[in-house]
């Protein structure tokens, strides 16, 4: 029986914390989708097109990782859909807390089976988060080596 996960966030943009634990995640299961989340209320540097193509491109090298988006709560995409997991990655401990009470929340909105999974973040990416990555970028400073080079050569395009 194939194991389907789920990886979900607003990847704007995609980091090389994002990626690490992308990697192993598809180490781990047979498929995996990364679910960008589409938030109205969160203002987004770029748009869900733009999101899901810079996604496409960087992750092209593994096989078994596709890209979708969704709104909406997340277990009702998980139970629509019927992913066996929900990958998290972990960063630090505020982290943590976070995704506890998230995880079980949706723990009782997920169809029997359904588990969320933890993976800490490679200690060289655990202060990467997308907002930094923003931030620095449009206030003139290097990302290099925090983002993948695709999604870096894309940002510097469309800056």
């Not at 192993?24 to 733009?50: C, H, W």
């Not at 997920?110 to 990555?133: C, H, W």
């Not at 925090?146 to 870096?152: A, C, F, N």
Request: avoid cysteine.
């Amino acid at each position: 029986m194939k194991t389907k996960a789920l990886y979900t966030g607003s990847f704007d943009p995609l980091t090389n914390g994002h990626l690490d634990i992308i990697k192993r995640a598809a180490r781990l299961y047979d498929e995996l989708t990364l679910g960008i989340i589409v938030n109205p209320q969160k203002k987004s540097m770029f748009t869900l097109e733009e999101r899901q193509q810079m996604l496409i491109e960087a992750l092209k090298s593994i096989e078994n990782v596709k890209v979708d988006h969704f709104s909406g709560l997340t277990a009702d995409y998980v139970n629509d859909n019927g992913y066996d997991v929900v990958v998290r990655g972990l960063r630090n401990a505020a982290d943590f807390g976070y995704e506890l009470q998230m995880a079980q929340m949706n723990d009782t909105l997920f169809r029997d089976g359904v588990e969320t999974v933890f993976l800490m973040a490679d200690p060289k990416y655990s202060f990467i988060s997308s907002s930094v990555i923003k931030e620095v970028f449009l206030l003139g400073g290097s990302i290099e080596g925090l983002v993948p080079d695709t999604i870096l050569e894309y940002m510097k395009r469309n800056a």
